[in-house]
């Protein structure tokens, strides 16, 4: 595990409901050490940190999304990594689908469907 591996992460789909991986996951990397900011639509404060509504609210663009939210969402999370000139997304299991690992690869994004948490050695 190397939290210092990434300026800046984004996790889309983070949960106030505890039980939900969007939680758990925020949660993890934040007591891991990694640069996380959350991002939820509602916005909000969710473990002491100010949830961004979109990826284009964050002060500095992140090196890594990881997405945590339903595949339909996560083409759209693609569409806006795009836009914002993010190279790299990681689409949590059950969030991928072949349209947005479709776009993705059409726009040069890299797009791992693995879990990020195992993945690095957090869980």
Known sequence: MNPKEYDSIAVVGVSDDASKYGHKIFRDLLNAGYPVTGVNPKG???L???IRK???EMEKKPDLVI???P???TELV???CNKLGIKTIWLQPGSESPQALEKARRYGIKAV???FMVRKGVW
């Open 54 to 56: 979109s990826l284009t």
């Open 78 to 80: 693609v569409e806006e």
């Open 71 to 73: 595949p339909a969402a």
């Open 44 to 46: 909000g404060f969710i």
């Open 113 to 115: 469907t693995a879990c």
């Open 67 to 69: 997405t945590v939210v």
């Open 48 to 50: 002491g940190q100010n």
